[in-house]
């Protein structure tokens, strides 16, 4: 589990597409010291891909901020559609703990049969998904977590929820993403 207190946050969101969109998908990172916005990383990952895992841990581990970053937040398990971050990959490569966070608790019947009807290597997709295991209340979201404690994911969540109830690391790489696609941010993640 993570030691330490978990203050140097990189999250990631990705920038809204057209439904039948095909191709890439624009990914924000903001990174943030605490409740200081201290930069923003820029990515791919590949529509209803899986190349999601592989995308941030390059990102992370490429960018000047790899040796600050204690913790890697999500907003929701999946970026650019259905593109399933496998979150113990980036666990593993980056030796930091992954905290995937949600407004509200998913409908994972609905998803398992989206991914597995409908989505290349959806079997598979859902397999990480299961792995990870089931949302868990945390301030006032929902999320999965790798490599911390219900007790270190609550207290992130709540240190990290300033003007929301989302964490504003997540908060901000939504309203920069939505920017990017639309000239404007968008509304709340």
Known sequence: MARGRLSNVIAFDDAPFPRHHRGPVRIVGTVFADLRFDGVLMGEVEKDGADAAESLTRLVASSKFAGHARLIMLQGVALGG??????????????MPVLVVARRQPDMAATERALRHHVPGGAEKWAIIERIGPMEPAGNVWVQRVGLTPEQADS??????????????????????????????????
């Open 82 to 95: 259905f593109n399933v971050v496998d979150v113990f990959h980036i666990h593993r490569a980056l030796k």
């Open 156 to 189: 992130v969540v709540r240190r990290f929820s300033v003007h929301s109830n989302i964490p504003e690391p997540i908060r901000v790489a939504h309203l920069i993403a939505g920017a990017l696609s639309d000239g404007q941010s968008r509304g709340a993640p």
